[in-house]
């Protein structure tokens, strides 16, 4: 009985991920964008420079206004202390630190939650290439 000689066609597929954390891109994708597109490298440098800027400007525009906050709180309560309302007087002053703190609090749990949704983004397995039978690849 002759044996039959069977011929297996292998393909091999190989995927390449890369991630980048932060406003700008690697050089070399840099380099990659300014073949595809001329001056998209400058535009994309100007583009993070004008948030950089921008959120410079919210930072001391919140550190401003906080500082103002702070300000007033403590001028009401020094005319309800001179108007014999210290209790009033020390309840504004514990009104402005809780209020404070709770801001600041959920701004941190804000940035932090953020934080981690980047993270968990990050280290998701990139999905699986499909093979040209139509399945998946598994491992």
């Known amino acids: 009985m002759p044996q039959e000689s069977q011929e297996r066609e292998f393909v091999q597929i190989e995927q390449q991920v890369a991630y980048y954390s932060g406003p700008l891109p690697p050089p070399s994708m840099m380099r990659e964008y300014e073949e595809v597109l001329p001056g998209s490298a400058d535009r994309i ?5 004008q948030q950089q800027k921008q959120y410079a400007t ?12 702070v300000l007033v709180l403590m001028g009401l309560s020094a005319f309800l202390a001179s108007l014999g309302l210290a209790s009033a007087s020390v ?3 514990i009104g402005g630190i809780i209020s ?3 801001a600041f609090i959920h701004g941190n749990r804000t940035r932090h ?22 399945s998946s690849e598994s491992g």
């Open 45 to 49: 440098l100007s583009l993070a420079e």
């Open 58 to 69: 919210y930072e001391n525009r919140g550190l401003l206004f906080g500082f103002l906050a």
């Open 91 to 93: 309840a504004v002053i």
């Open 100 to 102: 404070g703190a709770g």
């Open 113 to 134: 939650h953020l934080q981690r949704e980047r993270l968990a983004a990050l280290q998701k397995p990139p999905p699986r290439p499909e093979l040209p039978d139509g």
